[in-house]
């Protein structure tokens, strides 16, 4: 069958079949039309289109057909009367979003991971390195805040602006990151992280990146120091990654500021924990100087509690804080 127009409901339409009881053509349903066949056969259709024309007329302002209805058959037009119509055919009219290109969804996020994390940690170094005297933690505690904060701002739309390996842990746990993700993440912020300290080492003064051994974290010198600094690290990035996975990624908090919520948060913990555990709160920001400098010394507790605050926080969020969406108890 030929099909010459198509029409569309754009409010609730009652269809009586002339069998059993009516039906109705919901909005966004649809009447194909068919067109006009040869000359015989040209009543028939005007029989069958008379009923499906008059029931939508008397849905219509002052009785009258929409123009294009009304000139697709005008002899049926000019006959409507209230009498049954014949539901011709009902398509679904939901359209699907087009799919991003495999670029933007596969290789984008992780090319911004590595650019936001290089630009992140190269601010981060040079603020430890080039510490000007009587400063204190002020001075790493604004730069590092303020840096993480505009890296996710102008990078977040792209790749979520995680740029620390706990949070993209944290953010897949609690259902904000594809798990195929995580591992490209990871990597991405690493190496981004080795890159900035590298460029931090390019600028720096060569005698002051010694002397602050390359931005990477000297506070712990003995054993009996180590659970104190694991402690402090898990509390100082429990806060960062709450923030993150309340502000980002929970329906019923997630807020525009987050971006400057997470630097605030970074911020903060610097100028309260800076003496306790140096702050990291980031295994790439541990990692990069650390590399770079090929400073190692208690490394790894800047990896255990980070991850272990990111485990935390995402079972509190999941189990309690989290909205219907994200909670997997008491839904």
């Not at 008397?58 to 009498?83: V, Y």
Request: proline share 8%.
């Amino acid at each position: 069958m030929q099909i010459q127009s198509i029409f569309r409901a754009s409010h609730p339409l009652p269809i009586h079949t002339g069998q059993g009881e009516p039906a109705s053509l919901g909005v966004g349903q649809v009447l194909l039309i068919p067109a006009p066949g040869p000359i015989g056969d040209l009543s028939l259709q005007l029989r069958s289109l008379k009923p499906l024309l008059c029931s939508i007329s008397s849905l219509c302002p002052q009785g009258r057909l929409p123009p294009e209805l009304s000139l697709l058959h005008p002899m049926a037009a000019a006959e409507c009367s209230h009498h049954p119509v014949k539901l011709v055919m009902d398509m679904d009219t939901k359209v699907k979003p087009p799919q991003p290109h495999w670029y933007e969804r596969w290789v984008q996020p992780c090319v911004a991971e590595l650019l936001g994390t290089a630009l992140f940690v190269c601010i981060g170094c040079l603020s430890s390195v080039e510490d000007a005297a009587g400063t204190g933690r002020l001075q790493p505690a604004l730069a590092h805040g303020l840096a993480l904060g505009l890296a996710i701002a102008v990078l977040g739309d792209i790749s979520g602006g995680h740029l620390n390996p706990a949070v993209s842990l944290g953010m897949w746990l609690v259902g904000g990151l594809n798990i195929t993700m995580l591992i490209p993440y990871w990597v991405s912020q690493l190496c981004g992280a080795t890159i900035g300290a590298g460029l931090a080492k390019a600028v720096a003064a060569s005698e002051r990146y010694r002397n602050a051994s390359g931005g990477a974290f000297t506070i712990i010198t003995a054993d009996d120091q180590v659970p104190s600094v694991l402690a402090g690290e898990i509390i100082l990035t429990s806060f960062l990654v709450l923030v993150v996975c309340m502000g980002a990624a929970n329906g019923k908090t997630k807020t525009p500021l987050a971006p400057f919520c997470i630097g605030f948060s970074v911020t903060v913990n610097i100028l309260a924990g800076g003496a306790v555990s140096g702050a990291c709160m980031n295994p790439a920001r541990a990692f990069g100087p650390a590399l770079v400098a090929n400073y190692w010394d208690y490394h790894w507790v800047y990896w255990v509690g980070p991850m272990v605050a990111a485990l935390l926080v995402s079972t509190l969020v999941r189990t309690l804080l989290g909205d219907r969406s994200i909670r997997l108890l008491l839904k």
